[in-house]
């Protein structure tokens, strides 16, 4: 089902970082449910490449492109923009989604640790903006739209999205930037921050009814969907029954 205001998307190319499971997967698949050419990329496409094949077998109009990158590496984001770049002319939706957790906190956490998060987190989703933008540019696309996936661990996001913001109105563009802050979705993460307690994991989301990623996709249609002239900057959710 095609969504009011989603027609000018159609064959338009989106890039999903982190999109081999949970939020990423759920976004990429609604995205090409739309008729867009979706770039899906993770360090590991064997998943994106099932989801692939699963939107095709459905008949869905657009396309899921799996690439592999790893996002702590700068190289290799750069030549995945390039590669972007000569096949299918460039990015006009960046949707920023990866993200790491990892059980270091600030008071007994590890320095490595704190890299790897601020890496991925902060660094990458900072690297694929500018480059998604720098696409756009040099080609005068000037309706893409740029939206980061906010976390527990990403908060340094809020404020980059909103500095996004304002740069894009000094340089008199109409390219959006939005941030959405899900609340507990029920993906992997949780397995994947209490790798050694996978109890505690389950228990994560055992205790109340938790988003699931499709809630998420949701509210990215709905983002890309509104009118040029509306800027959504900010979206928060979480499940009706989270306390903190």
Known sequence: MARPGMERWRDRLALVTGASGGIGAAVARALVQQGLKV???????????????ECKSAGYPGTLIPY???LSNEEDILSMFSAIRSQHSGVDICINNAGLARPDTLLSGSTS???????????ALSICTREA???????????????????????????????????????????????ISPGVVETQFAFKLHDKDPEKAAATYEQMKCLKPEDVAE?????????????IGDIQMRPTEQVT
Not at 113 to 123: I, P, R
Request: one cysteine or more.
């Open 39 to 53: 770039v899906g990329c993770a360090r590991t496409v064997g998943n994106i490449e099932e989801l692939a094949a």
């Open 68 to 70: 592999r990158c790893d």
């Open 113 to 123: 640790g704190w890299k790897d998060m601020f890496n991925v987190n902060v660094l």
């Open 133 to 179: 933008y720098q696409s756009m540019k040099e080609r005068n696309v000037d309706d893409g739209h740029i939206i980061n996936i906010n976390s527990a661990t990403k908060y340094a996001v809020t404020a980059l999205t909103e500095g996004l913001r304002q740069e894009l109105r000094e340089a008199q563009t109409h390219i959006r930037a939005t941030c």
């Open 219 to 231: 509210a990215v249609i709905y983002v890309l969907s509104t009118p040029a002239h509306i800027q």
